[in-house]
């Protein structure tokens, strides 16, 4: 019975015990076929959902305080609930935003790694996790711009080619594991 190996997806004969990539099949012949339950059949592989959700709720929070923290010098004028109620909801809008280009940084990924001919699966969460992570982080420092309306379509069109080019490196490179 052949032995897919979970590095390159390559299948070896279940008498090799190293892949041609250099993976150590051994571990791999003890363990017995995947259950059906998911499609990866293991934590070992990529991001839980709860883990998922965690990261999108911490980067929600961060987002939420930032946004009480740049509109805190209103409060002499305003309602605290009111000022509350609109750093969530531009929080909520920043992150949804975030989730988008988070998503599409993944296909980025995706299309670029099937462009190459890499056989690599990259984990659709960790990655989107990622890059929302950075285009939270840029969305929320667009908001500190003038508000111009030039220059908030430049910022915007930037931010964009900046998380894709990011979500590019960042999943050839490895740099937040085996995606």
């Known amino acids: 019975?052949?032995?897919?190996?979970?590095?390159?997806?390559?299948?070896?004969?279940?008498?090799?015990?190293?892949?041609e990539c250099g993976y150590d099949l051994v571990s791999q012949m003890h363990r017995g076929p995947r259950s059906e339950g998911g499609i990866r059949g293991g934590s070992e592989y990529g991001m839980s959902k709860e883990g998922f959700l965690l990261g999108v709720f911490i980067v929600w929070f961060l987002l939420i305080f930032g946004e009480w923290s740049r509109i805190r010098p209103e409060l002499k004028t305003r309602k605290t609930f009111n000022l509350l109620t609109d750093s969530m909801m531009?929080?909520?809008t920043d992150m949804a935003g975030a989730l988008i280009i988070g998503a599409l940084g993944w296909a980025v990924v995706w299309v670029i790694l099937a462009y190459e001919g890499r056989r690599l699966r990259?984990?659709?969460?960790?990655?989107?996790?990622?890059?929302?992570?950075?285009?939270?982080?840029?969305?929320?420092?667009?908001r500190w711009i003038a508000p111009d309306i030039h220059m908030q379509h430049i910022v915007q069109a930037v931010v964009v080619l900046g998380v894709a080019v990011f979500a590019y490196y960042a999943g050839t490179r490895q740099w937040l594991g085996k995606w």
């Open 122 to 142: 990259p984990c659709p969460r960790r990655t989107t996790l990622g890059v929302t992570v950075v285009a939270a982080g840029l969305l929320y420092l667009t």
């Open 1 to 19: 019975m052949p032995i897919e190996c979970p590095r390159c997806l390559l299948n070896n004969p279940d008498t090799t015990y190293i892949c």
């Open 90 to 92: 531009l929080s909520l």
